[in-house]
């Protein structure tokens, strides 16, 4: 009776240790993404009052991470896409694509 009691209570601890160690597994993963989260969030609040100092007729937006997938590479791109609503009907884009003294941002140097 007590060999059988003590394989009872091994194979218990054993079940035990294997669920707190997938329970830590688990949690350790979750906060792996959390981390991964919260370092990949843009600063969208912040950029609030910025963007309405430099462009006063928006009235809301709204920014988000995306990545470009190329099908002859592997590694991906980012890229930033911000949707914008405006209080007035602004004129159609230049020659350049931009609008309203909107100036692009400068060409990265091709030699770098």
Do not use: W
Request: proline share 6%.
């Amino acid at each position: 009776m007590d060999a059988l009691k003590t394989t009872i209570t091994d194979q218990v601890i054993r079940f035990s240790q294997s669920s707190l160690a997938r329970k830590d597994h688990t949690i350790d993963s979750l906060r792996r993404y959390i981390e991964l989260t919260q370092t990949s969030r843009l600063p969208v609040a912040d950029l609030r009052d910025e963007l309405k100092t430099l462009v006063p007729d928006v009235q809301t937006f709204s920014a988000a991470r995306s990545l470009v997938m190329n099908t002859n590479r592997a590694t991906p791109n980012t890229v930033v896409l911000v949707y914008a609503k405006f209080s007035r009907r602004h004129s159609p884009p230049n020659e350049t694509g931009f609008r309203d003294g909107c100036t692009p941002a400068p060409k990265a140097n091709a030699s770098s």
